[in-house]
Nanobody, 116 residues
Framework: QVQLVESGGGLVQPGGSLRLSCAAS????????MSWVRQAPGKGLEWVSD????????VYANSVKGRFTISRDNVKHTLYLHMDNLKSEDTAVYYC?????????WGQGTLVTVSS
């Protein structure tokens, strides 16, 4: 069965860094583009970043461009999001996500709190 498990969230001070991971199983990870999305408290889902199946092409939301880096390890079946220069507005639950035909798959999310 398809499973996405995020980890790496936590409390960090403004200007700090975190690396999120998403461990994938139950599908052929290397054949699918992957995404990170987030949901801030009391707000809707916000797309953060996409990466193609080989990891060679990435796209970012303007709000995180230059601060976040998406990557993947197709051998380890893991998606990453490295976040630098974190701001209070980055506080959210972060989810990894993919869509394949009629299937949409999400993890349980990992909470990132940016606060002094």
């Amino acid at each position: 069965q398809v499973q996405l498990v995020e980890s790496g969230g936590g409390l960090v001070q403004p200007g700090g860094s975190l690396r999120l991971s998403c461990a994938a199983s139950g599908f052929t990870f290397s054949t699918l583009p992957m995404s990170w999305v987030r949901q801030a408290p009391g707000k809707g889902l916000e797309w953060v970043s996409d990466i193609d199946r080989g990891g060679g092409a990435t796209v970012y939301a303007n709000s995180v461009k230059g601060r976040f880096t998406i990557s993947r390890d197709n051998v380890k079946h893991t998606l990453y999001l490295h976040m630098d220069n974190l701001k209070s507005e980055d506080t959210a639950v972060y989810y990894c996500f993919f869509t394949a035909g009629t299937l949409d798959a999400w993890g349980q999310g990992t909470l990132v709190t940016v606060s002094s």
